[in-house]
């Protein structure tokens, strides 16, 4: 009898070793299947990570955050539906979870779905008072829904956590637009221009609208064309984007893409559009005109964002490749004076002008440079100069 019982107790504690084992196994394996998922999510693998975030959750399936994960990359294949379920069986685990309850407003409005939208989002903000994202979105709906006199707090209160959000600006004043404050209205979009990007079309339109009812017809008018400017521009850019990522080599493509972002003023992203331009350029064997123009093209953004030095080296480059080019001598004087290096400025925009003398901006620049270094007699001449072939272009 003795002998049994040691037996079975032997037996008892190699099953619960076996168990153990298994139990350590199949862990083992969920957690191979999250960093696989979390390795394709990083990797823009979706797809991928959808598959081992799911094979993960047939494994141990009460995790709320994996959960939360599965959704945000069925979310990022435009899957919202199936998204807005794996944020639903997250918030079962864990109700309170702000980021799902964040998610799931957002997958409602991405579908259109206010009415739904509004109760996650809610709930973000009564967990969360400082989640500026919650009371963003949140007040984007309330306009949606016309719910305007909502709309004016929450958006507040959002721009009280992101003060420099152009959108946010932009959603307060068209709530304000539709209660009839105006000047409320004008204040916000303005803010909005202020506050976002070159090529933020929206508040323009905003503002010609609140112009129009305010029946100001000349200031409404100069809004909508440049908010009609800003959205072909835009269209351009879409175009050139789509054409630059389907046809890398395409030159043209690179070009028109370059052209519209300097039109914008949006220098940091040009100069590496142009770069590329440099390149296909030299390899497809184009003019020395074609590729000079590039290199000017980089001096004038580094120019705009105040970077005088590389600004110089590439209009040097451009000099280098076709001499005799004014514009190329006005760019590097202005470069040189950036600098505080006056006689190399004089001596460039003075070559600019032996190249093209009736080139009104060069006998500006030149004219300013000699006021700041007190050469009075000087610097009225060449304004006096840059006033007579002014008024002779104009003619």
């Not at 939208?117 to 984007?140: A, C, M, S, W, Y």
Request: aromatic share 12%; charged share 20%.
């Amino acid at each position: 009898m003795h002998h049994r019982l040691i037996i079975i107790l032997i037996f008892y504690f190699c099953l619960q070793s076996n168990l153990c084992l298994a139990e350590n196994t199949q862990h083992n394996k969920y957690v191979q299947h999250i960093e696989q998922a979390f390795q394709m999510l990083f990797q823009g693998n979706n797809q991928g990570a959808i598959k081992e975030f799911e094979n993960a959750l047939k494994i141990e399936p009460d995790h709320f955050e994996i959960l939360h994960y599965l959704g945000m990359a069925y979310a990022n294949q435009e899957s919202l539906n199936k998204a807005i379920e794996s944020y639903k069986r997250s918030l079962n685990l864990n109700p309170e979870n702000i980021e799902a309850l964040y998610s799931l407003g957002v997958a409602y409005f991405k579908l259109n779905q206010w009415d739904n939208t509004t109760e996650p989002l809610q709930k973000v903000i009564n967990l969360d008072p400082e989640h500026g994202r919650g009371f963003e979105l949140l007040g984007k709906v309330y306009v949606k829904l016309r719910k305007y006199k909502e709309a004016v707090p929450t958006l507040t209160q959002a721009i009280k956590l992101k003060p420099f959000s152009a959108g946010i600006y932009n959603e307060l004043g068209t709530a304000y637009l539709n209660l009839k404050e105006y000047q409320k209205a004008i204040d916000n979009f303005n803010n909005a221009i202020q506050h976002g990007p070159p090529n933020y079309a929206d508040p323009h339109h905003g503002l010609g609208t609140t112009y129009l009812r305010l029946g100001d017809r000349e200031k409404s008018r100069k809004e909508m064309q440049i908010f009609q400017q800003l959205q072909k521009q835009y269209a351009e850019y879409e175009r050139f984007t789509r054409l630059t990522r389907n046809e890398p080599q395409n030159l043209d493509g690179w070009t028109g893409l370059a052209q519209v972002l300097m039109s914008q003023r949006q220098y940091n992203e040009v100069i590496p559009v142009l770069q590329n331009c440099i390149q296909l350029a030299t390899q497809q064997q184009k003019t020395a005109e074609a590729i000079s123009g590039y290199h000017h093209g980089i001096s004038q953004a580094f120019i705009q964002l105040n970077y005088p030095r590389p600004a110089q080296e590439y209009v040097q480059k451009a000099i280098k490749l076709q001499p005799n080019i004014p514009v190329y001598y006005n760019t590097l004087g202005s470069t040189y004076a950036m600098q505080g290096n006056v006689p190399n400025a004089i001596g460039a925009f003075r070559k600019a002008i032996e190249l093209d003398s009736e080139q009104p901006l060069f006998h500006l620049n030149i004219s300013k440079l000699y006021q700041s270094i007190g050469q009075q007699k000087l610097a009225q001449e060449h304004y006096k100069t840059y006033e007579y072939h002014l008024e002779k272009n104009k003619k």
